[in-house]
């Protein structure tokens, strides 16, 4: 399943063994779901870093409505800039 949204690292679960620094998708909806990859957990995973503050389109398996298991995750906000600025170029 592919949901698109905005990713943000955020602190969750403060003051448990679970506390760490998570990768968040918030979708269009409104919807926040915990980002995660098979084998590793979601806390402290810093693969997710360089997608932070991006729009992005995420391919993987929602699971308990609340986390997506990550199989494929794509920029897309620069796709957008890219094309504005080659309108921008034309005469």
Do not use: C
């Not at 679960?13 to 915990?34: F, M, P, Q, V």
């Amino acid at each position: 399943m592919i949901t698109e949204g905005k990713i943000t690292i955020e602190l969750f679960n403060e003051g448990t063994k679970s506390e760490g620094l998570y990768a968040i998708l918030t979708d269009s909806e409104a919807k926040r779901w915990i980002l995660s990859r098979p084998g590793v957990h979601p806390a402290g995973d810093e693969f997710f870093t360089p997608f932070a503050d991006h729009q992005v389109s995420v391919e993987g398996e929602k699971e308990i409505d609340k986390y997506i298991r990550v199989e494929n995750i794509t920029i897309t906000d620069e796709t957008k800039e890219e094309s504005e600025n080659e309108q921008n170029d034309m005469p």
